[in-house]
DNA sequence: CGCTAGCTTGATCTCACTCAATAGCAGTGG
DNA sequence: CCACTGCTATTGAGTGAGATCAAGCTAGCG
């Protein structure tokens, strides 16, 4: 089901009922390839694009040639949903790994509104879900340290793998170099690569060829001043993404 | 008009009957005191604030006792309309100088949903917004300098009060202190100062006790990297916030 | 095998921070 | 009226986290 992953274990879920009139909504499912630029900045837009499996990126083109990352997405993410009251983007939208996404075309949308307006609700917090993540990202750059930054995004990434189950609280994929974490982090490939050796000297986490380890998850956590929170998790997914309850029992 | 300011001269606009509406699900118009927090991080929410005059924040209290700023909002704004659909906010909500308010209750905006669907779309569109602005912070402090990132931030606000009347391109109230445009930029009110005297002494705009004057706007935009895509300004309105028209004719 | 992309390590540099001192100004109270 | 307090702004000197530059290393791959 191209769906599952979409708001689960959220504060705000879909009923199965919702989920079931999505998934009619997609028109057709694509693939693309890593790297590949899947939406360009201010090209008008007539679809939204589910992110099914792979991870991708939206990033801002600075002038003088670089990009920096504003958001990092995993299956389940509604990536450009905003586009859908937007109309075109600010941004680029890119493949980080090679991907399969759902196209939704925004007349499917309005249709499914029309027919069922209770849909409206979590599609809207989907968004507001992202603009959570950019707040988060905003506090990350502005307050945070090299090797706080790191552990920041870690630990995010960590607790949003695991609420759709693609992370077993210590272990997940990271298809990502260490130069793209630095753009997400806004410090340099040079830098990544000595705080992840502290990261890994000190016992925190092991970081290598796109697979991450985290060692101790409440260490981490605390290092990062890492606060779930802001994802709007449900609380016992909160509490394991803060290293709290790694064990749930029940 | 309590709505006059909301989304003013933005691409998607409220019709006069959508104004009305919203006009009447305000319960009651509040003022609050400078410095005063309006929103506390975490406290379940039944209403959201619209700002009907003075300037507000949003800002993330960080564990060290320092805070920084996620937002700054101007009349018109619909500051923690994401309150709606995510019931807590992730951060605090405070008032930059005295303001007056609208409040506008949860219950209301549903009623007014399910009298007028439509109404749904600009709503988003608002919050949505807020999350383009968030990008463009991001990227400010990802990838632009002291001195650039100030000039941006200004820039910024001045295309804001521009689409709502506050500023005629050049002039504009600022009730910040250096400290504050600190928090936004993530500088040092020392290096603000600093700052401030090198925007001064090249003759791109004059900062003092509480307004500006853009003295060169066309160079300050160039400088600071500003394109007001992201505000989803009217064309007009656009090129006059970018200093590429700031004497329309017609 | 050689090529390229990614990672690692070292040396040096720089932008903005920190610390510190001074000045201006508003409000408050004697 | 002046003294005192607190907030804001300014300027200087020294410091440091992370950037930059440069060189070598590793591994996957045609």
Same mark, same amino acid.
């Given at each position: 089901m191209l769906t599952r992953h979409l708001l689960r274990n959220r504060l705000t879920e879909l009923s199965d009922d919702e989920r079931a009139a999505l998934e009619g909504a997609v028109a057709q499912t694509r693939q693309y390839a890593a790297g590949q630029v899947v939406v360009r900045q201010g090209t008008p837009i007539e679809v939204s694009t589910l992110l099914v499996e792979g991870m991708m990126t939206r990033h801002v083109d600075a002038p003088d040639g670089r990009r920096h990352l504003v958001a990092v997405h995993v299956p389940g993410d509604f990536v450009d949903l905003h586009a859908y009251a937007l109309k075109k983007l600010d941004h680029d939208v890119g493949a980080l790994t090679d991907v399969t996404v759902a196209v939704v075309p925004h007349v499917a949308l309005e249709r499914l509104q029309a027919a069922d =307006?209770?849909?409206t609700r979590p599609l809207w917090f989907q968004t507001l879900l992202d603009a959570a993540m950019h707040r988060q990202w905003i506090y990350r750059l502005a307050s945070l340290n090299a090797m706080q930054r790191v552990a920041h995004f870690l630990c995010e990434t960590n607790a949003r793998l695991l609420a759709i189950g693609a992370s077993d609280g210590e272990h997940f994929a990271l298809p990502m170099t260490q130069g793209d974490i630095g753009e997400v982090c806004s410090l340099t490939n040079v830098h990544v690569s000595r705080v992840l050796r502290e990261l890994r000297e000190r016992g925190l986490c092991q970081v290598r060829s796109s697979h991450v380890h985290i060692t101790d998850l409440r260490s981490l956590t605390q290092m990062a001043l890492f606060? =779930?929170? &802001? *994802? &709007? *998790?449900q609380p016992a997914m909160a509490r394991r993404a803060a290293g709290i309850d790694e064990a749930p029992h029940g």
């Open positions: =307006p209770g849909i606060d =779930p929170e &802001y *994802l &709007y *998790l």
